[in-house]
């Protein structure tokens, strides 16, 4: 990728849930598509923009229908590329990988920027469930990538479901469910906050220094 960048990260809703559902829902409707409860329908615009600029390169027989899309639904980490790829890119130079993360939150209340900023939230333990797929198996053209999307969102807004009402997300396919929990280091934050003060600290004395020397 660009810049020698590992990772590109992509927030297909567009907008907080809270805000985007009614919207969603109502596009749903008048679209004949699922109504959402835990998620909303992404929107396929920039995911298009990424894939057409650093997505895989297909040759002309590459298949990009809806139904190439829907190979592999079921399983949590889908192995082999679906679409004849031409091998004449550097490693590193496109997307290879699509990483689907799936977030669920204490009681269904999500995490606010405001919480995280000051800290004001009580501890709590949030479930992030991940699912890979290669770029390859993404159709190249409008429709097929759109629903590509979709399928995912409507995948995920079930997995929510199932999770809000056991705890647990489904497992499906006979690829391996591991769980791994993660814990804040609260010696890294400390240290963290205390860089960024005392870098803003700095900052100020500079910026006030270089104002009284020229006015």
């Not at 079921?74 to 130079?93: A, C, E, L, Q, Y």
């Not at 993360?101 to 009580?122: E, S």
């Not at 479901?161 to 010696?187: A, C, H, I, M, W």
Request: with cysteine; charged share 25%.
């Amino acid at each position: 990728m660009p810049l020698g960048r590992q990772f590109m990260v992509l927030f297909p809703e567009g907008g907080f849930l809270h805000k985007r559902r009614e919207v969603s829902q109502r596009f749903a409707e008048k679209n004949n598509l699922p109504k959402l409860e835990y998620v909303s329908l992404p929107r396929a615009g920039a995911m298009k923009v990424i894939m057409e600029e650093i997505g895989p390169r297909r040759d002309e027989g590459a298949s990009t229908s809806k139904e190439n899309a829907k190979k592999g639904d079921d399983d949590n980490f889908n192995k082999s590329p679906r679409t004849k790829m031409i091998i004449d890119n550097k490693v590193g130079d496109s997307i290879e990988w699509i990483l689907d993360v799936t977030i669920a939150y204490p009681d269904r209340i999500p995490l606010h920027l405001q919480d995280v900023v000051c800290g004001i939230r009580p501890a709590c333990t949030t479930h992030l469930h991940y699912r890979l797929y290669p770029s390859s198996e993404v159709p190249s053209d409008t429709e097929g990538m759109t629903q590509w999307l979709y399928d995912r969102f409507i995948e995920k807004d079930a997995m929510l479901e199932e999770f809000y009402k056991t705890g647990k997300f489904p497992s499906k396919g006979s690829g391996p469910y591991v769980v791994r929990q993660v814990r804040q280091d609260n010696l890294r934050y400390l240290i963290l906050h205390s860089f960024f003060i005392a870098s803003t600290f700095l900052q100020y004395n500079i910026f006030n220094a270089l104002w009284s020397y020229f006015w």
